[in-house]
Structure formats: structure tokens, C-alpha cells
């Protein structure tokens, strides 16, 4: 079963609308989660890496605040996409360290994804 | 700049037939491999990862690691149509709490009936 939930599945709505979308871990404590973006017919892209605690660590040219992100507990990270317009329009998907591990790098567990659609 | 590649594809093989799908890296400092299959307008799921030289087996599917050659393979055996989806090969040279994945663009397979 799924180890990782996500929520909204899927939002429309208008533009300078704010979106805010629910990242949690089923059953394990996720100190680290991840964000990603994904555009039609590519792979995915990652935006930051969420850890519990601390501040999100942002990739290349992304805005951190256009993309807020919040890890408050080791269960819940929340990814808001501030003021959307339709560019922002995409798949978003988050994933979480199921941990703990060996020493070698860890399988990330996706959730189920977000299909953000702005009009 | 890492990267991950996944030149071939689309691929299209016979139901029952054996499927392989490849996957290069540049990075010679990779530790850990990674196969997610995603179907369409869904997210990815774990197939398989590997992280020693050689072939890990689970049930119909097997990787392939040559870290020499910096590639990475996934066979699928007794191909079925439910195995129709995109397979993305995903890579990373952290570990523990550091394990950013950089993923390929994926190869889409085709199971026909």
C-alpha cells in the first residue's frame, strides 16, 4: 500500500489564486521529502529538497518565494504555489526517504501527485 | 553536470517476450541505481534498485549494474501488457539524507497482446 499521501489529486483554479499542497508519510517518520515538477511527455524535475526543521533547500532557478514550502513535522510537508498563473500549471509529485538505511543512497516513495491546472 | 541517459525507446515488444531497457550515467561517483516505472498521468513506482556490480533479481525483473562502463540496465522477463508504462532510471551519489535522485527522461514500453 501506499506509503506516502498526497493531497489535492488534482486542483483547478485561477489565476493569483494560492495553492497550497499536503505532503504526508503513512506510518514512518520522514525527516527529509522531496518536490518535484513534472511537465507533459518529460522527467522529473526536482524543485527542493524539505527538511524537517530547517529551511527547504531550493534547486537552480527556482523561486523560493513563489514555491513555499513548509516541514513542520516528520510527517507533513506543504508545498504552496503563491499567486499561480498558468505556467505554473503542471504535475507535482513529492516523495520521502523511507529510512532507516544502510549507507547506500535511499529509495524515495512517491505520492500519488498533484495535477495543478491554473486558467 | 550529472546526467542521466536514456537514448533509447519508444520500445514495443511481443506479450511474453523479454524486454531490456538501458541507462547510462556520467557521474563515476554514482552509488545507488534506481528503476521506477510510472504509467501515464500517474506517479513513479519502485521496480527495483541496485547498488553492487552484477544482476539483482526480483521476480520477472532484473538490473544490471556495470559501474566500469557507467551503465545500468532493467530486463523485464514475460513481458505482459500491464508492463506498459514509462521505466525511469534514476541515479544518485549521496547517501542517507542527502539522496537527491537525477533521473532520465525515461523509456516508454509497449507490451502488445
Known amino acids: 500500500g501506499a506509503v506516502v499521501s498526497q493531497h489535492p489529486s488534482r486542483v483547478i483554479c485561477k489565476s493569483g489564486t494560492s495553492v497550497k499542497i499536503e505532503c504526508r508519510s503513512l506510518?514512518?517518520?520522514?525527516?527529509?521529502m522531496f518536490w518535484y515538477r513534472q511537465f507533459p511527455k518529460q522527467s522529473l524535475m526536482l524543485m527542493a529538497t524539505s527538511n524537517e526543521g530547517s529551511k527547504a533547500t531550493y534547486e537552480q532557478g527556482v523561486e523560493k518565494d513563489k514555491f513555499l514550502i513548509n516541514h513542520a513535522s516528520l510527517t507533513l510537508s506543504t508545498l504552496t504555489v503563491t499567486s499561480a498563473h498558468p505556467e505554473d500549471s503542471s504535475f507535482y509529485i513529492c516523495?520521502?526517504?523511507?529510512?532507516?538505511?544502510?549507507?547506500?543512497?535511499?529509495?524515495?516513495?512517491f505520492g500519488d501527485g498533484t495535477r495543478l491546472s491554473i486558467l | 553536470q550529472k546526467e542521466v541517459e536514456q537514448n533509447s525507446g519508444p520500445l514495443s515488444v511481443p506479450e511474453g517476450a523479454i524486454a531490456s531497457l538501458n541507462c547510462t550515467y556520467s557521474?563515476?561517483?554514482?552509488?545507488?541505481f534506481f528503476w521506477y516505472r510510472q504509467y501515464s498521468g500517474k506517479s513513479p513506482e519502485l521496480i527495483m534498485f541496485?547498488?553492487?556490480?552484477g544482476d539483482k533479481e526480483d521476480g520477472r525483473f532484473t538490473a544490471q549494474l556495470n559501474k566500469a562502463s557507467q551503465y545500468v540496465s532493467l530486463l523485464i522477463r514475460d513481458s505482459q501488457p500491464s508492463d506498459s508504462a514509462t521505466y525511469l532510471c534514476a541515479v544518485t551519489t549521496e547517501s542517507g539524507a542527502n539522496s537527491k535522485l537525477t533521473f532520465g527522461k525515461g523509456i516508454t514500453l509497449s507490451v502488445r497482446p
Open positions: 541496485i547498488y553492487s556490480n
Open positions: 516523495s520521502a526517504l523511507l529510512g532507516p538505511w544502510g549507507g547506500f543512497g535511499q529509495p524515495q516513495h
Open positions: 557521474d563515476r561517483g554514482s552509488q545507488s
Open positions: 506510518d514512518f517518520q520522514a525527516t527529509t
